[in-house]
């Protein structure tokens, strides 16, 4: 079957083969559906993704090239150890999700337009309270200062966004978010495009082909309703 775009029915959660996505613009391989939380987890589960902007169709995403950290490549340098110690944060897990989605949000509209709309923070909002999304935050001095949300599936980590109204603090979420996974027998963070942000923390870019094997490898039973109980991260930088 030749690469094409497809319609989604609403009536139907199923998506097509994510090889068969459109060469040009890369990876875009369907349009149309909805964000209903069955058919959002049916995509991740398939190594595809929702990108689109206010006034555009849903658009469903499979690219040729997928970014991924491996969770013992996650690069943090001296500098970064430095500033973690020099200051007292408090790490969390899905204590402010809606908080954290919505700074994502604000963070992009005031730099560059953001592709979370209003309809996404809705669909997010509600894959969260079904145990699906999940954020990570920090705090200081009892303000939510950085943070990043995505959605877990089975031993994966879908990044989504990430933001920070101090310095440093979408770093120091992401290295909590890597030694969570290491503590609860995840596999790898999902971050789907490449970026040099990204590369800077350890991000490679791997083949679809390569991302779809991995991400359908039979891993280790990891019990995601206790790792996903809203808590605070003691010790997580250790």
């Known amino acids: 079957m030749n ?43 398939n190594g595809i993704f929702p990108w689109f902007n206010e006034d555009d169709p849903l658009m469903w995403w499979s690219p040729k090239e997928r970014a991924i950290i491996e969770l013992d490549e996650f690069h943090i340098s001296r500098s970064m150890k430095k500033f973690q110690r020099k200051h007292t944060f408090t790490v969390s897990v899905n204590q402010a999700f809606s908080k954290v989605m919505f700074a994502c949000q604000q963070q992009r509209i005031d730099t560059q337009g953001t592709w979370i709309t209003n309809e996404m923070e809705e669909a997010y909002n509600r894959l969260h309270e079904l145990g699906v999304a999940h954020s990570v935050e920090i705090w200081f001095e009892q303000q939510l200062v950085g943070g990043l949300y995505g959605v877990m599936q089975r031993h994966v980590f879908c990044g989504e966004s990430m933001f920070h109204t101090m310095a440093n603090t979408s770093k120091l979420a992401s290295w909590a978010l890597v030694n969570w996974l290491k503590r609860h027998n995840g596999a790898f963070i999902d971050c789907q495009i490449m970026n040099p942000y990204l590369e800077s923390l350890g991000a490679k870019a791997i083949s679809r082909n390569a991302f779809l094997n991995k991400l359908h490898q039979p891993w280790p039973k990891i019990d995601l309703a206790t790792m996903w109980q809203p808590q605070t991260l003691d010790d997580i930088y250790d």
């Open 3 to 45: 690469n094409t775009l497809f319609q989604l029915s609403e009536l139907s959660f199923s998506f097509p083969d994510p090889r068969l996505a459109l060469n040009d613009p890369d990876g875009l391989l369907a349009i149309g559906g909805d964000l209903a939380p069955e058919r959002l987890v049916n995509a991740y589960q």
